[in-house]
């Protein structure tokens, strides 16, 4: 009896002990915040109408906690939405009327994603301008919002000038044209009048 009380006294003690459980959650992750950056890369001068162009965006996580429920929002002003394959990086996107939305994975600290998106302006833009902004939220909270969002400008190239051709004065080459008859018709008639002389004089 006496060797069961001694049990059960040393189990009563060990969970009265203020020892911290071994599944408690960490502090810095639960308690902590993620300083998370957004970036687009941006176009290195005008685009033409037509061509292909790449301005991925990039999401960074500067600790110090992990960055969780991410999402990020490109705003589409216009018909020009953009294209992949952003949808295979993402965990999930979808499209509402004027946003591109997509759920991301989350990062680590130090960890960064980034989404190729690109564009394709068609030719009814040219010598216009064109931006998209983005943003995105996330738990936990972002100490710093100053950089969590970022706009991509892109100036859409006009058409070249057609060259310049003068114009052509109608009366002056109608003039031209009746000179040139009229000598061609002397010389025919000097040539026609020769020899007729030479078949004369024999």
Same mark, same amino acid.
């Given at each position: 009896m006496s060797r069961r009380w001694a049990v059960g006294a040393a189990v009563l003690a060990l969970l009265a002990a203020p020892t911290p459980l071994a599944w408690a959650a960490d502090p810095v992750t639960a308690g902590g915040?993620?300083?998370? /950056?957004?970036?687009? /890369?941006? +176009?290195?001068?005008?685009?033409? +109408? *037509?061509?292909s162009v790449e301005t991925p965006v990039v999401v960074t996580n500067h600790g &110090?906690?992990?960055?969780t429920q991410l999402e990020l929002t490109m705003t589409v002003l216009g018909d020009h939405w953009p294209g992949g394959p952003y949808e295979?990086?993402?965990?999930?996107?979808?499209?509402?009327p004027g946003v591109v939305m997509c759920?991301? #994975?989350?990062?680590?600290? %130090?960890?960064?994603?980034?989404? &190729?998106? *690109?564009?394709r302006f068609p030719r009814e833009a040219a010598g216009t301008?064109?931006?998209? +902004?983005? #943003?995105?939220s996330g738990a936990p909270d972002d100490p710093d919002t100053s950089n969590n969002a970022d706009s991509v400008h892109f100036v859409i190239a006009? +058409?070249?000038p057609a060259p310049h051709r003068p114009a052509r004065d109608a009366t002056a080459g109608?003039?031209?044209?009746?000179g040139a008859t009229a000598g061609a018709l002397v010389?025919? %008639?000097?040539?026609?009048?020769?020899? /007729? /002389? #030479?078949r004369r004089a024999r």
């Open positions: 915040s993620a300083d998370l /950056r957004l970036a687009w /890369r941006k +176009p290195s001068g005008p685009v033409a +109408p *037509g061509e &110090p906690a992990t960055a295979d990086v993402a965990h999930r996107c979808w499209t509402d759920l991301l #994975s989350d990062l680590a600290p %130090g960890q960064s994603v980034t989404l &190729p998106v *690109g564009w301008t064109y931006e998209a +902004p983005a #943003s995105f006009a +058409p070249p109608a003039a031209v044209t009746a010389v025919a %008639g000097g040539a026609v009048l020769l020899w /007729r /002389r #030479s």
